[in-house]
Nanobody, 127 residues
């Protein structure tokens, strides 16, 4: 089992940048594929980005390509989401999620595939 704690959210002006972090407990973090999702008020949770446990594979939602970068440091049990050129429509609670897998290349965009979730961190982008 793994516990996830997000941090790094906040208020930023449009065009600005933020880096979210997700710290995981447990000694087998390197065997968890990780994902970032977000949920805006009144909207469903949506996929943002994901990374395989090896770090070799990454996938992104179309609306963040070229602006967001997901990465991980298995030695620090942490996954990151570097966000740049933020837009007001990026305002949401951002969640990290983990899925244990033996496939070092597996990445997933469906929130139903992830078993573990953090509490979320608020990102607010002002215009």
């Amino acid at each position: 089992q793994v516990q996830l704690v997000e941090s790094g959210g906040g208020l930023v002006q449009a065009g600005g940048s933020l880096r979210l972090s997700c710290a995981a407990s447990g000694r087998t973090f390197s065997m968890y594929a990780m994902g970032w999702f977000r949920q805006a008020p009144g909207k469903e949770r949506e996929f943002v980005a994901a990374i395989s446990w090896s770090g070799a594979n990454t996938i992104y939602a179309d609306f963040v390509k070229g602006r967001f970068t997901i990465s991980r440091d298995n030695a620090k049990n942490t996954v990151y989401l570097q966000m740049s050129n933020l837009k007001p429509e990026d305002t949401a609670v951002f969640y990290c999620a983990a899925e244990r897998t033996v496939d070092q290349l597996w990445v997933g965009a469906l929130h139903t595939r992830y078993d573990y979730w953090g509490q979320g961190t608020q990102v607010t982008v002002s215009s």
